[in-house]
């Protein structure tokens, strides 16, 4: 056992520590790590699975963001966005299962190693289900879309968050679609008729008459 190992403070130590005392405190426990004969650096590997994970994490925090001020809605690039966000979730999640299931493995407590591995599950394949299956599942729709035509037409923005447009189908079941920024500004609030063509699973509008 070596003599020099650096202690961790006391919580009232490290209350009472200066940034110089605790910026020298944390340049020797890195020495003493580094000095570690069981000490293993990060692996280049592992470093850039959580950049990459880093990096597709914020593009789809922008994405989103870009939805709520009505960007990629609609039309050709609300199609395309529609895949790239799905290719962009498949990868995030492919990276993320083998260090996530290491974590649930190691949890000692089984109740919560099994409550938490439902839990990751479940997050997965409601991730896996609204951004990969249903984009995939409206391939065959791309030249067939579905159409449907809509009464008591109204745009909406503030009670949403995002850009709508709702009405009530031919049976008088309410519908809500995501439209862009431009098409709400244009949309004339006195029309109160609508045909909107739409990919059934992703609910992507194509165009609206």
Known sequence: MRNDLVEPPTPEELKNMSQEEFNELVRKRVEQDENDPFYEPPSRAKLIGCLSVGVLAAAAL????????????????????????????AVVIALLVRPVSKDIREIKHPA???????????????????????????????????????????????????YQLEGDDAEGRPCVFTIDRSFYDAWNRDDRDATVTYLPHSRTVLSVE
């Open 62 to 89: 922008v994405w989103l963001l870009l939805r709520m001020f009505g960007m990629f809605t609609m039309g050709i690039p609300g199609v395309v966005s529609s895949y790239l966000v799905g290719l962009l979730f």
């Open 112 to 162: 919560k190693r099994v409550l938490s591995g439902c839990l990751a599950i479940g997050i997965a394949v409601a991730l896996v289900w609204v951004f990969v299956v249903n984009p995939l599942l409206d391939i065959p729709h791309l030249t067939a879309p579905s159409v449907i035509e809509l009464t008591n037409v109204r745009v909406d923005w503030e009670d949403s968050g995002y």
